[in-house]
């Protein structure tokens, strides 16, 4: 499984803005899919997950009502809808793939690349 993220950027807080994760392989449908970000100086954290089979979410509190995880099976094709963005939303943000839905980073086997998101007060 290759996954190539995109869509970071520079904004404003307060403004929204969507990740992207597209995925290869034939067994995408059935992966949890989840996003985590790094933060310079801190360890990769787990943001949002998504089950393969029945598209069930988790959340961290910290970006809970904020941010929407989705997928498109149709696709290979994972999202982040980031709203209300605040400047402690800064960091480097990966998507990956694994098997469980689990919220620690080494549950996942595949990463992408990492897409820069700069919050700006």
């Known amino acids: 499984v290759q996954l190539q993220a995109s869509g970071g950027g520079l904004v404003q807080a307060g403004d929204s803005l969507r990740l992207s994760c597209v995925a290869s392989?034939?067994?995408?449908?059935?992966?949890?899919m989840g996003w985590f970000r790094q933060a310079p100086g801190q360890e990769r954290r787990f943001v949002a997950i998504i089950s393969g089979s029945t598209s069930s979410t988790r959340y961290a509190d910290s970006v809970k009502g904020r941010f929407t995880i989705s997928r498109d099976n149709a696709k290979n094709t994972i999202n982040l809808q980031m709203n209300s963005l605040k400047p402690e939303d800064t960091a480097v943000y990966y998507c990956?793939?694994?098997?469980?839905?689990?919220?620690?980073?080494?549950?996942?086997?595949?990463w992408g690349q990492g897409t820069q998101l700069t919050v700006s007060s």
């Open positions: 990956a793939a694994g098997r469980l839905m689990l919220i620690a980073p080494d549950g996942y086997n595949y």
């Open positions: 392989g034939r067994t995408f449908s059935s992966a949890v």
